[in-house]
């Protein structure tokens, strides 16, 4: 049987420590957000901003990404409430490959998700 220490800091509870560090105000956002939960299999989960399209390009032809109307959505209660993307996004993925890769864009919010998943 093994043992779990988390070492949170001086009187915080480790729900005040996940809302503080993981969940953060997701309508003052600016920046870039990464989350991921590892074991045998993985998953990389990141949000950031972008200014036009055309900053996407390189990680959709880094990763061969297509236009995909329904892409597969990773489904864990485990991800922080941040990584939302619309469910009328643009997105893109590399279909049925391993690991399953997706781009989610929301043009309005000029916000964009990317997630890869390895299972």
């Not at 991921?36 to 990389?44: A, E, K, N, R, V």
């Not at 597969?72 to 690991?99: C, E, H, I």
């Not at 919010?109 to 390895?118: M, Q, S």
Request: a negative charge; hydrophobic letters at 40%; glycine letters at 6%.
């Amino acid at each position: 049987m093994g043992t779990l220490l988390v070492w949170n800091g001086c009187g915080r509870s480790l729900d005040s420590w996940w809302q503080r560090v993981v969940e953060v105000d997701k309508d003052r956002f600016t920046s870039v957000q990464h989350f991921t939960l590892q074991g045998i299999d993985y998953s990389h989960h990141f949000r950031f901003g972008f200014t036009e399209f055309s900053d996407l390009e390189p990680i959709i032809n880094k990763h061969g990404l297509t236009a995909d109307p329904d892409p597969m959505r990773f489904s864990t209660q485990s991800l922080p409430s941040w990584f939302d993307p619309p469910l009328k996004s643009v997105a893109f993925s590399n279909g049925d490959s391993d690991p399953s890769i997706v781009l989610w864009i929301d043009a309005e919010a000029r916000i964009a998700y990317f997630e890869l998943v390895k299972i």
